[in-house]
C-alpha cells in the first residue's frame, strides 16, 4: 500500500538516510559504552561504572524509537554490524583505554551524536516531518546532557 502521510517521497528517503546514520552512530556508541562499563579500572570506577550503565541504557532504548521512525518513513532500518561499520562516524574501541581516556571517547561520541541529530532536525524541518524533528530535538538534548556530564568529569 503507497504511503500519503504528507511528506514528500524524495524528503522521507533523505530524512530516512539521516536517521539511519544516528542509528549507526547510537548503536556504535552503545557498544562502546557497554565496553566501557564492563572494562572501566580505576579511582573512578564506582561512579564511572554506574554512569556508564545509565547511559548505555538509555542509547539502548533510543535505538527502537530511531529504527522505527525510519520504518515509519517507510525505508528499511539498517540492523547489522557491517552496515552500523559503514554509516557510522564513530570508531569502535577494541583496546582498553584508561578511565581518562574512556571519558574522552564518550564525550566525542556524543558530540559526534548530537551533530548527527542536528543535521535530522535540519532535514525533517525542511520536509515538513515534525515527529522525526522531536526526536532528533530530544536526542540533542541527551547527547549534549550526557557529553556535558562526562566533560565535567575531566576539569
Given at each position: ?31 562502546k559504552t ?13 561512579a ?48 582498553v ?7 574522552q ?11 548527527t ?29 550526557s ?8 576539569q
Amino acid at each position: 500500500m503507497k504511503i500519503d502521510i504528507g511528506i514528500a517521497a524524495k524528503d522521507r528517503k533523505q530524512i530516512a538516510g539521516g536517521l539511519s546514520l544516528l542509528l549507526a552512530d547510537t548503536y556504535t556508541l552503545y557498544l562502546k559504552t557497554h565496553n566501557f562499563h564492563w572494562n572501566v579500572t580505576g579511582p573512578m570506577f564506582n561512579a564511572l561504572h554506574a554512569m556508564f550503565m545509565t547511559q548505555y541504557n538509555e542509547l539502548w532504548l533510543s535505538l527502537d524509537e530511531i529504527a522505527e521512525r525510519i520504518r515509519a518513513l517507510d525505508h528499511p532500518a539498517p540492523g547489522s554490524g557491517a552496515q552500523y561499520a559503514k554509516l557510522s562516524s564513530i570508531k569502535e574501541e577494541t583496546g582498553v583505554p584508561d578511565w581518562k581516556a574512556m571519558v574522552q571517547q564518550l564525550v566525542s561520541g556524543h558530540e559526534t551524536c548530537a551533530r548527527t541529530a542536528r543535521n535530522v532536525f535540519r532535514h525533517s524541518e525542511a520536509g515538513n516531518d515534525q515527529p522525526t524533528a522531536d526526536l532528533a530535538t530530544t536526542r540533542m538534548q541527551a547527547h549534549e546532557k550526557s557529553a556535558w556530564m562526562l566533560r565535567s568529569l575531566l576539569q
